[in-house]
Every structure is written in structure tokens, then in C-alpha cells.
């Protein structure tokens, strides 16, 4: 059965950052009312769907993955009604939008932490470590007695941001109880117990209230934290911040119950809403059991954004994907970038004087990438690396993640003073962490205020590098060399002409070729839907090939990638085929 009407299966879809989108009210944060006025560039690139991240009352100490009220608008954002505006608006320019949802764990703020921590508890040296209290309020979360006698943590499990992941409460005299709650993330994000029968009645109500709304789908944060393994017995190695590490508290079996009631509530719906999944999972072939035909539609693919710069690992991954996703009868995804990991122009920016420059990817690519971030890089090459694989990843089968910015071929910015960075991450590590914030600063859109038109009033929460002022959007908009052209350009090529998307039965999704270098990533996509067969061909080498094909270029990644049928290094083009 081909099942091209699930719009999901091949669609481009656009995540928005609010706080650094755009800024209406000059208060140097991104808000919803500056989201509407730029709906006719979103709609020009050539995207399906927007993915708006995190927009709740929130006191912001994790960027709004901190949620206070799931029924509400942060005020700063705007009000219910900007964003009821903001919907309609998708909606009318022919796209859809997705929302996050963040069910993992709530802020501190949220009213049921507020009551939890208001609860007396009893401190009696003699209960025993690991005891669990689930009394009253705090039944909605995981609280514990620490061990020895309450003094320490009740057992070794390591925060994602750094230290521990569990906060001793205060009794009513403001003195340590001996009793500990649970936060995989900051102390401020106290994990919800998924157990419990209540959290999961509210949470169904949360996703109705949106649904209701008009939205979508929702973007599931932390898809794969909700179920911590019985007893909560210890890592058995501390892998601090390392999030696929396979620790009790990371993809045990019983979250894809929720997964399951959630499914139930879309499909109450017509059309039937759609869920993605951000699931970092180990060993990563653990994805599809996500995407099972009663749970979630689809889920990202976190191993392609972390494959470093080699042809032959990115092909493996390709493959496994594909194959995995198969067995579900799931779409693929593919993501380069969110707002969790470093640009891609700067990742893929091979460190100077490194003497495999091929490797290209240095540093660790989980939750900020902290390694190396201090080396000099060739940016110029990063740069024509993300060109190259942006059009390498938009030829692939499937559905692609854009992430704000990536279509200006925005870097990381290292040049934050601490003072202004705001992720938990760097806080917590007290700056031994680089943090995420790098791939947070506000969008460049004109060169008329220092905020490079992210305001009209010159202030913004995180200043722009000088540098970003050749790639403001006003720059590359009428440059046909710019990324931004070939951005537009491979999106509606790719939606027009060459039927490119999602994988039908009766049509292999991808074809390799093997009489390529090893260093050449080459596949053709056959025709479907009336499209036109493709071949892209991507370049991880050092040396310009002659590739052994006749086909006329449609797109190449730069004007001088290929040449009389020579592909340059860190280059890619689409061939007829
Ligand atoms: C994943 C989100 O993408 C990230 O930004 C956030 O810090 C954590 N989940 C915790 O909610």
C-alpha cells in the first residue's frame, strides 16, 4: 500500500527556536508575534511543517524545557491567543505544525513540585536507603531516602548536565530531610513518576488541549526517559552527561505503554495527529521499537547527525536505518542539526594542524560538544562540509529536520561572555562545559541594528557575531551563491521535481553505488510519483573525483563543485539518473 497522504512520511520540517527567532517588541527576546511576521519566509524556503520548541510558562533554566503550566503561553512568548494566531497562520500558508511537549519531568515551579516540596516528611534516621516515598504529592515524583542515614544520594545515577541526579528536600525547620528527589536533568526538572495513574490522565488532557487547538503533532521530549528500572539500582559504570549510555534510567520496556495510550488520543483525531520522538537510545537499532504501528509515527534519527565525516560509516548508517525503520513500516528521519549540538559548519570544521583532516568531526557530539571547542578550525571547509550535506541529507528517503539557521550555514559561536549564557549545562559545570548556547544565539536577518534585525531596537539576549553579518538573510537573499539560494532551491526541487521523499513499496528507497573511491557517498533515488530519477553524489575525500556517471547536474552544493564531471572534496551534486 503506498501511503503518500501521511504527510509525515516525507516532510521538510522547520524547528523554531521562539527565544531566537524573532523579536517583536524589542525586548531582546524571540517571541510569538515575531514568529507570524516571518511566516512568508518560511513558506518561500519551502518547508512543510514547523516545529516550535518549548513555548510554556517556565522560569527559563533550561530554555523553557522547564515547564510550570502545559496549558499556557510563557508571557514573555505571548498569550494563548498569539499562539491560537500563529497556528492559523501555518495553517493557511499550507503547512502544518508541530509543538513540544516535555512529559519527562516538570519545572520546580510547576504546581505539583510547589505542593510536593509544602508536604511534611517524616526524617527518621532508621528508614531504610531507597525507601520510597510516595505519599500525598509526592507520589507524582520519585523521592527517596538517601543513604547513610539519609546523608548521601540514594544511589550513583549522574545528571545529564553534571552532578548527581538526585536533591536532598528541607523538612519544615529548613533542614535537610534525608529524603531525595530524582532529576535527570537539572535540579530544577524533577522527574515525574510514569507509574502513576494521575500524571498519566493529565498528560492525556495536555495533548487533547493542544490537539484541540489545531495543533499537528507534538515533538515528545526525552522519548526514552520516562520509565526509571525498578529499584533504581546503580549505573554500572557513571558516564556523566553521556545520554545514550545505557543506564536504568534510559529506554526501559515499560514507557512504550505510554506510548501506546498517547497513540490512542491522536488517533481520536481527524486527521490523526503525529508524534516525533526525540529517543537517544542504545544500541541505536533500540529506535524502531519507538515507531511500532501502535506507538509513535516517527522518531529522530540522532546516529546520522553523529556520524562523523566518512563515507563509509554514514553509508552504514543510512543502511541501518533504513532497514531497521523497514521492519515498522516507519519513515526514515534525517537531522543535522537542533538546538542541542554544535552547528554543522563548525562540526564538521576540521581542527588546524590535525593531522587526520579527515575525520573531520573532532569532539564529542552529545549535549554541547564540549571537546576541543577551544582548537582553531578551518571554517571554510566546515561550511562547504554542511552545504555538501545538507543536499546529501535532503536527497535521502524520508523526512528532514531544518533547524533555524542551518539553511544561513550558521557556526557555533564560542564568543559568549559567561555572564550571558544561560544553559544549565555550563552552569552547573560552573564552565568546565561549553553548554549548548552556541547554537542559540538569535537568527541574523537584516544589517540594519546591532541585533542584526533579530529587533529593531539593537538588544538581544545573546549578541550575534560580527561575522554573521555577510550571512544575514537580507545578504544571501538575492545572492545566487549563497547558502540560503541553494536552501530554497533543494526544497523545492526536491518537493516539485523529484518526488523525493517518502519510500513506497513497489520502489527501492535508495540504490548505492559501488564503483565509487570509498570516499564517495553515491546513491541513486529511482523515480517515483512521476519524479525523475536522482543520483547524489557526496565527496568525504581529500581529492576531486571523476565520477563514473553521464548524468546532467540539477544542483551542486557551490558553483565550482563539479566540473566535466570531476566532484571537489567537501562537495555534493544531484545528477539525473
Ligand atoms: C532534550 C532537549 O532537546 C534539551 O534541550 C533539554 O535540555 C532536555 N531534553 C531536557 O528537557
Not at 560538544?369 to 550535506?389: C, F, P, Q, S, V
Not at 523526512?399 to 539553511?407: D, K, L, R, V
Not at 545578504?475 to 518537493?495: E, G, I, K, V, W
Amino acid at each position: 500500500m503506498q501511503r503518500t497522504s501521511d504527510w509525515w512520511r516525507e516532510a521538510i520540517v522547520y524547528q523554531v527556536y521562539p527565544r531566537s527567532f524573532a523579536d517583536s517588541d524589542g525586548d531582546g527576546i524571540g517571541d510569538i508575534p515575531g514568529i507570524r511576521t516571518r511566516i512568508p519566509y518560511l513558506k518561500d524556503l519551502g518547508i512543510d511543517a514547523i516545529w516550535l520548541s518549548p513555548h510554556y510558562p517556565s522560569p527559563m533554566l533550561d530554555a523553557g524545557y522547564d515547564v510550570s503550566d502545559y496549558r499556557n503561553v510563557w508571557p514573555t512568548f505571548g498569550n494563548l491567543s498569539d499562539i491560537e494566531g500563529l497556528i492559523n497562520d501555518v495553517h493557511d500558508a499550507g503547512m502544518r505544525m508541530f509543538i513540544d511537549i516535555v512529559p519527562n519531568h516538570t519545572s520546580w515551579d510547576h504546581p505539583w513540585f510547589k505542593e510536593a516540596l509544602a508536604y511534611p516528611l517524616d526524617n527518621d534516621a532508621t528508614i531504610p536507603a531507597k525507601a520510597r516515598c510516595a505519599e500525598g504529592p509526592w507520589a507524582r515524583y520519585h523521592l527517596l531516602r538517601g543513604q547513610d542515614g539519609g546523608t548521601r544520594e540514594p544511589n550513583n545515577w549522574s545528571s545529564v548536565f553534571g552532578g548527581p541526579t538526585w536533591h536532598q528536600v528541607n523538612d519544615a525547620h529548613g533542614n535537610p530531610s534525608g529524603w531525595w528527589y530524582l532529576h535527570i536533568f537539572d535540579k530544577s526538572q524533577p522527574d515525574l513518576d510514569w507509574d502513576n495513574h494521575e500524571v498519566r490522565a493529565e498528560f492525556r488532557g495536555h495533548l487533547r488541549f493542544w490537539f484541540d487547538r489545531g495543533i499537528d503533532g507534538f515533538r515528545i521530549d526525552v522519548a526514552h526517559g520516562l520509565a526509571k528500572a525498578e529499584g533504581y539500582p546503580d549505573c554500572p559504570e557513571i558516564v556523566d552527561g553521556d545520554a545514550t549510555a545505557k543506564n536504568p534510567y534510559w529506554d526501559q520496556d515499560g514507557l512504550h505503554d505510554v506510548w501506546r495510550e498517547w497513540r490512542a488520543v491522536a488517533d481520536e483525531y481527524e486527521p490523526a495527529r503525529v508524534f516525533v520522538a526525540e529517543a537517544w537510545v542504545h544500541p541505536a537499532q533500540r529506535n524502531a521499537r519507538y515507531l511500532r504501528p501502535d506507538e509513535l509515527h516517527t522518531g529522530f534519527n540522532f546516529p546520522y547527525l553523529r556520524a562523523p565525516w566518512n563515507a563509509t560509516k554514514m553509508r552504514d548508517i543510512i543502511d541501518f536505518t533504513l532497514a531497521s525503520n523497514k521492519i515498522e513500516n516507519a519513515p526514515t528521519t534525517w537531522v543535522l542539526e537542533n538546538h542541542d549540538v554544535w552547528r554543522a559548519a563548525t562540526r564538521y570544521a576540521p581542527i588546524i594542524g590535525h593531522s587526520e583532516k579527515n575525520a573531520g568531526v573532532a569532539g564529542q557530539l552529545d549535549l554541547g560538544g564540549e571537546t576541543d571547542w577551544k582548537a582553531e578550525r578551518d571554517l571554510e571547509t566546515g561550511a562547504a562540509r554542511a552545504r555538501a550535506n545538507f543536499l546529501s541529507m535532503l536527497a535521502l528517503p524520508g523526512t528532514a529536520y531544518i533547524y533555524q539557521g542551518q539553511e544561513l550555514g550558521l557556526n557555533e559561536v564560542f564568543d559568549i561572555p559567561a555572564q550571558l549564557r544561560q544553559d544549565p549545562a555550563f552552569i552547573t559545570t560552573q564552565g568546565a562545559r561549553v553548554g549548548r548556547d552556541g547554537c542559540r544565539v538569535p537568527l541574523p536577518w537584516n544589517n540594519d541594528t546591532e541585533s542584526l534585525g533579530f529587533n529593531t531596537t539593537g538588544a538581544s539576549w545573546l549578541p550575534a557575531p560580527n561575522s554573521w553579518k555577510k550571512l544575514t538573510v537580507a545578504a544571501q537573499d538575492q545572492d545566487s551563491t549563497s547558502m540560503l539560494t541553494l536552501a530554497r532551491t533543494a526544497l523545492h526541487l526536491r518537493r516539485d521535481l523529484l518526488a523525493l521523499g517518502g519510500i513506497s513499496d513497489d520502489v527501492a528507497p535508495l540504490v548505492w553505488d559501488n564503483d565509487v573511491p570509498e570516499y564517495i557517498l553515491s546513491f541513486v533515488r529511482p523515480a517515483r510519483l512521476g519524479g525523475t530519477a536522482i543520483r547524489c553524489a557526496l565527496n568525504l575525500g581529500n581529492h576531486a573525483v571523476v565520477l563514473p556517471f553521464d548524468g546532467q547536474p540539477v544542483l551542486m552544493s557551490d558553483p565550482h563543485a563539479y566540473t566535466d564531471g570531476m566532484l571537489n572534496p567537501n562537495s555534493c551534486v544531484w545528477l539525473t539518473a
